[in-house]
Every structure is written in structure tokens, then in C-alpha cells.
């Protein structure tokens, strides 16, 4: 398995328009793609968002989610699995937040720290 760069880094955040505009106007990120609960913001090729959440998350703590790109998941995760890490549900397909589809699949680290695998493209509709 070879990771080619983190895709995203989401942060958990009690009121997404009050850091949306935190990281618009102190810190001057450009805004690029949001839906009602999240706001994603642009750097180069990298992208930092935003998650509204006034709970834990659903992965079992309040800390970043962390999505690193990989250009096959299905291969990734029989990696994952022949090292013996334990794959956190099932890989699943769902939309990002600029529309395109993505395939990801959720494992933790021997600490338990939640880390997604992500593949983009064309072959991810396919599935």
C-alpha cells in the first residue's frame, strides 16, 4: 500500500458558521466546498475542514478525522488486514463534499486513533 498524501483533515466544531468565519476572516483560508454541517477550506491541493458536531463522533472520539489518499482501497485494506489491523466496518462508497463519489474505508491505528483510507476517480462509480 502506498499512501500519496493526506486528502483531508476535518475538525469537529460546536457552531460552523462562528469557525467558518474564524478561518475565512483570522486566518484566511479560502472557503471551497460545504454542505449544511461541514465547510471545506482549500490550501493548494491539501483541504482542512470543518464538521459540526456537538457530540462525540460517531468513531468513537472528538479528535480530527484524518482521510489519506490511496489509489486502490480494496488493495489497501487486504494490506491492512494480512498486518493484522482490524478494519472498522465495511469500505463503503459515498459523495464528498464537492459531488464526486469516493470510496473509503476506517481503520484505527495501535493506539485507536481513527484513520480513513480514501480513493478518488473514475472506477470508484463503478462499484
Do not use: C, W
Request: glycine content about 12%.
Amino acid at each position: 500500500m502506498k499512501i500519496t498524501r493526506i486528502e483531508s483533515v476535518y475538525l469537529h466544531v460546536s457552531d460552523l458558521d462562528r469557525a467558518a468565519r474564524f478561518y475565512e476572516e483570522v486566518l484566511g483560508l479560502q472557503r471551497g466546498d460545504s454542505t449544511e454541517s461541514a465547510v471545506g477550506f482549500r490550501l493548494g491541493d491539501d483541504r482542512l475542514g470543518i464538521l459540526h458536531s456537538d457530540t462525540q463522533s460517531e468513531t468513537g472520539g472528538a479528535g480530527p478525522l484524518v482521510f489519506l489518499h490511496v489509489a486502490n482501497v480494496e488493495g489497501a485494506v487486504q494490506e491492512l488486514r494480512e498486518a493484522g489491523v482490524a478494519i472498522v466496518g465495511s469500505v463503503s462508497v459515498m459523495d464528498d463534499l464537492d459531488g464526486s463519489l469516493i470510496r473509503v474505508a476506517t481503520f484505527q491505528d495501535p493506539d485507536g486513533n481513527t484513520l480513513h483510507l480514501v480513493e478518488r476517480g473514475e472506477g470508484v462509480a463503478d462499484s
